[in-house]
């Protein structure tokens, strides 16, 4: 096995979701991870926890959303209802043989089936926030994902477990001394009452008084380096282009404009899929609101893959979330949408906090941060 899985499943078990004896921990995985889930769940039986293993295959998503009634999109599971209420730790992998398994599914159904599972979601968020689960989501490598980044298997793993600094001798202690620094970093963002982004086609102004800024440190996305806050729900004005394609649910929009007027998206237009955009946007009352606002700090990071987990950590870029908020932050928004969009700020972009410039070209400015 390489060595390299072995500690991401070490990061995650002892760093990330801070497994202990008695947690109540499920973790999901593709079939093409079987390798990290036999390591983890090891690691997770040493330390005394009860683990268990769900395996899926992105076939039977595609056959649900292609085939199942209105009635049957619109169904909530009680056994899953259940098991979000109570489990104590979700490790959730990716690794999708086909990232365009839903290309030709109906954006409708999708949107259905998304907004039935809010109540579900709900839950998920609302245990979160409240440090009930402990959750995370990585990435196992493989060549569907490689493919998508533009890198052979080789390149895309070394370009996955250097993000995770999974290729050094000791990845819990470099990214508790990340954690260290990005912990100066929100404080100094949480002294700020407005946010202003500008960026090529991009002038959009925020309100973040008295919102957190929350630290992402490896501990729910990994690998991770971002950080972030909700802005006040009415607050979004102006506009923002989206540099890189954006991803969801197996699709990719291109292009991506969004008009904000008092919070709410307005307009919109896209160079590709501009119907998916529509019908994600128009899934439920809250889809059209700002859920986070976020800077990428993952220097590691440098190239876009069209997965999010990366492409949002990229240093030197911003991304705005349309939809649910993060209740840590604040946020008050909900909705059964949660999309990441990109903005890359590296050649010119700017942010100012309070009208004084704090951010260009991809770094805070000197002194910002003490």
Known sequence: MDPRIDKLADVMVNYSLRIKKGDFFKIEVPYQALQLARAVYTKALAVGAYPYVHIYAEDFTELFLKNASDDQLKFVSPVRKFEIERIDARLYVWGADNTKF?????????AMAQAAAKEVSE?????????????????????????????SLTEFENFVYSAGYCDTD????????????????????????????????????????GRKWINCDGQENFPDGEIFTCPIEDSANGVITYTYPAVYGGREVENVQLTFTNGVV????????????REMLNADEGARHIGEFAIGTNYHIQTFSKNTLFDEKIGGTCHI?????????????KSAIHWDMVCELRNGGEIYGDDQLIYKDGKFVPGFVE
């Open 102 to 110: 839903l290309t030709n599914t109906d954006p409708k159904r999708q």
């Open 170 to 209: 000791d990845p819990i202690s470099t990214w508790r001394k990340i954690s260290a620094q990005q912990d100066k970093t929100a404080a100094a963002l949480a002294k700020l009452k407005t946010i202003r982004i500008k960026s090529g086609d991009t002038d959009l102004r925020l309100n973040v008084a």
């Open 321 to 333: 979330a349309v939809g649910n908020s993060l209740y840590e932050a604040g946020g008050v928004n």
């Open 123 to 151: 839950i998920f968020f609302q245990r979160t926030a409240k440090g009930e689960m402990r959750w995370c989501g990585t990435l196992f490598p493989n060549n569907a994902m490689a493919q998508e980044a533009g890198k």
């Open 266 to 277: 307005t307009n919109f237009s896209a160079g590709k899929n501009v119907d998916f955009l």
